[in-house]
């Protein structure tokens, strides 16, 4: 009979479900456009691999609004950065880190430093028993939800910030006797940069993210199916805080709860839990002037009162529970679907995974979740596979939203989809599937996200309590190796985000949609020099501002020193 395990991940008491992860071959060079680390060699004929290759470009990028007439802009560019990839019996790792420095040749917008880059690595101390991971994560977003939303982030682009995560924590997973034990710690940290938002007089204080620390622990003990008891059980209890910045914001979660999986048949099996959770979300008030308005520093965030008491803005308690099943008809699918009551309200969630070879995988995740911007962005970092393909756009060099591996990757975008400090309800569906065929690789990743956020009634930030946000997002990156020493890569990309009152600068609920494509061809003439070109166009459309049609086009050469 199959193993069943009703054990819980490190997230808000979650039922587990089980990933048959396939191992993903480490990706090629790359060119300009793309970020994977380099093709690693055998060591003694076992399955360690490593590659690193720095690198040095310099490029030159024109664009212009050709839907409003804009002047053609141009600014040449220099970038180091390195790609690496490490595999070994006890060790994975990848990172694609790149430092871009701009040189504008316009007087439109000055000269700018770009960072970006992603790293996950897994190392287990003890093999198969005691593992520790970690993960960062650089990269650009926006800051208001209504203002522009270019995804080709080119010189000069508005209402863009920098956004930096990265967790750290072990894992062991263990047992004693016939009894299973897994316990799992992670810390994290995030911060987004945005220290220049400029208010109009009158403007209402704005909802903006500064740094936060988040903390994440979990304990379960249980049983297989089939053991002591013809049923597999286990108990667990989660601890989960998060503390920000802004207004000295605070989240913590307790949660305990015990587990019963029901074995059906080998392949299929009914699962259930009920446990007691508690969640308390807090703040405090905002400093003052003489007339009650609340006082702004000069990053545009509000100045916290440090001596007022915490005023609530989420408490929930009580019974939980949901019931469900669970699918595994071999080690490569697995399907789990539950639906129950949570958050004093019904609550749906699941993942689905199919991983039928090294050149396919997909992965289908539905999730309601009461968190914050921060632990929403190190869970989402944390969800992707220690073997990736990191795609870059080849005109910006920026990283793409959606990161895929040998177990389907995971998409950024709903974790991306507000920079507010205030924590939020979250519920939504995300999607990925990547595919090696031949000399082509495919990814595409699509999604939907709704936040509805919580702060004090009679706090600074009283008039974003009870606000929604929606997006809605679909990406496509696809490449082929036309020979030894060329590729090309292309990329379409659609977003559409649907802001609720409170959640943007003006004041009022704005939807912004946005389109882009872009395609690029890379060349090495020799094993160290190559070339490439890239073309794309960029729609965004703000409901209520102006709309943006930009071309762009680059040349760059690149000498990787490997």
């Not at 979650?14 to 071959?25: E, K, S």
């Not at 609550?347 to 009461?370: C, E, I, K, M, W």
Request: glycine share 12%.
């Amino acid at each position: 009979m199959a193993k069943w395990s009703a054990f819980k991940n490190a997230k808000h008491g979650l039922p587990l479900t089980a990933l048959a992860f396939a191992l993903a071959a480490v990706p090629q060079a790359a060119h300009a456009q793309q970020g994977g680390g380099g093709q690693g060699s055998d060591v003694g004929g076992g399955r360690q691999r490593s590659a690193v290759i720095p690198y040095l470009e310099v490029g030159q990028v024109l664009f212009s609004d050709i839907k409003n007439g804009g002047d053609l802009l141009t600014y040449s560019l220099v970038a180091v950065g390195v790609d690496a990839a490490v595999q070994s019996s006890r060790a994975e790792a990848q990172v694609s880190l790149r430092y871009e420095r701009r040189f504008s040749w316009n007087d439109q917008f000055g000269d700018e430093d770009v960072v970006s880059g992603i790293a996950r690595a897994n190392y287990q101390i003890i093999p198969n028993t005691l593992s520790i991971e970690a993960g960062a994560l650089g990269l650009r977003s926006r800051i208001d939800g209504a203002g522009a939303a270019p995804s080709n982030l080119i010189g000069g682009s508005d209402n863009v910030t920098q956004v930096y995560s990265l967790y750290a924590g072990p894992t062991l997973a263990t047992q004693v006797g016939t009894v299973d034990v897994n316990a799992a710690y992670r810390i994290g940290y995030t911060k987004v940069e945005a220290d220049t938002v400029v208010l109009p007089v009158g403007q209402r204080p704005v909802d903006i993210f500064g740094d936060s620390v988040n903390h994440a622990a979990s304990l379960a003990i249980g049983q297989q199916p089939g053991g002591f008891l013809p049923v597999g059980w286990s108990v667990s209890g989660g601890y989960y805080r998060e503390d920000t910045s802004q207004l000295d914001q605070r989240f913590e979660d307790k949660i305990v709860r015990a587990d019963i999986t029901v074995p059906v048949s080998p392949t299929l099996a009914l699962v259930g839990g009920v446990g007691y959770e508690d969640i308390e979300i807090s703040e405090r008030n905002a400093l003052r002037d003489a007339a009650g308005n609340p006082l702004v520093g000069n990053d545009g965030r509000l100045l916290t009162d440090k001596s007022s008491p915490r005023l609530l803005s989420y408490d929930q308690d009580g019974l939980i529970w949901d019931v469900g099943v669970l699918w595994r008809p071999s080690r490569r699918t697995s399907l789990e679907a539950r639906v129950g009551k949570r958050y004093d309200s019904m609550t749906y969630y699941g993942s689905f995974t199919y991983t039928p070879s090294q050149r396919l995988a997909a992965n289908l995740t539905v999730y309601d979740l009461v968190t914050g911007f921060g632990s929403r962005l190190n869970d989402s970092l944390a969800g992707l596979p220690t073997q990736f393909d990191a795609t870059r756009n080849p005109l910006s060099g920026d990283l793409n939203s959606c990161v895929f591996g040998g177990g389907g990757g995971n998409c950024l975008n709903d974790s991306l989809q507000s920079v507010a400090s205030s924590f939020f309800r979250t519920r939504g569906v995300t999607g990925q599937i990547s595919l090696n065929s031949g000399s082509w690789t495919h990814g595409l990743g699509a999604g939907y996200s709704r936040r509805k956020f919580f702060a004090a009634d009679t706090g600074a930030l009283a008039g974003f309590d009870q606000t929604i946000d929606e997006i809605w997002f679909a990406s496509y990156v696809g490449a082929k190796q036309l020979d030894a020493r060329s590729s090309v890569t292309g990329t379409v990309y659609a977003t559409y985000l649907e802001n609720g009152p409170g959640q943007v600068l003006n004041g009022a609920g704005s939807d912004v949609m946005g389109l882009g494509t872009n395609a690029a061809y890379a060349r090495n003439f020799t094993n160290r020099f190559s070339g490439s070109v890239a073309l794309g166009l960029d729609y965004f459309d703000p409901k209520g501002f102006e709309s943006s049609l930009v071309a762009s086009a680059l040349l760059a050469l690149r000498y990787s020193f490997q």
